[in-house]
């Protein structure tokens, strides 16, 4: 349980009134980044939120989305950026590589833009894995990442500066 008894909480609230978002979308598999678009979307107007201040940039693949979402950070046009992909598994080593590409560069471009940059990247072994986490019985990655890009940018607009 979160300790409420302290003075100071710095906790990002989920209200996205007002507040601009930039998300990339990963074409490859895009039946399902489609669904994590349409739930990221979905998840932000539900919270207050405007379509008229989300943007959205394609990109081929997963391996393309942290050089946009840099791109977009390093903006200033948005409070949030969000990174939207499905990679799953084939026969080869393939996807693992991107996989841990994309986590550890949009954590890099993250810390370096000093901007919120979330995660709704769909890590599947097979397409069963894909579609439970594109809007069914395991929820949909691209509500959740916007709902994290949500109470990040309200955190980082109350957090202490240097
Ligand atoms: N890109 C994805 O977004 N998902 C995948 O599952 C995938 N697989 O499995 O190959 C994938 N590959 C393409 C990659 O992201 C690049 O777009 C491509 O290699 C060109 O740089």
Known sequence: MINRTVKNIFEGTIEAKGLKFGIVCGRFNEFFV???????????????????NVEVAWVPGAYEIPFTAKRMAASGRYDAVLALGVVIQGGTPHAGYINSEVAKSLAQISMEENLPVTYGMVTANNIEQAIERSGTKAGNKGADAALAAIEMANLSSILPNK
């Open 34 to 52: 489609s669904k994590l678009l349409d739930g990221a979307v979905d998840a932000i107007v539900r919270h207050g939120g405007n379509a008229d």
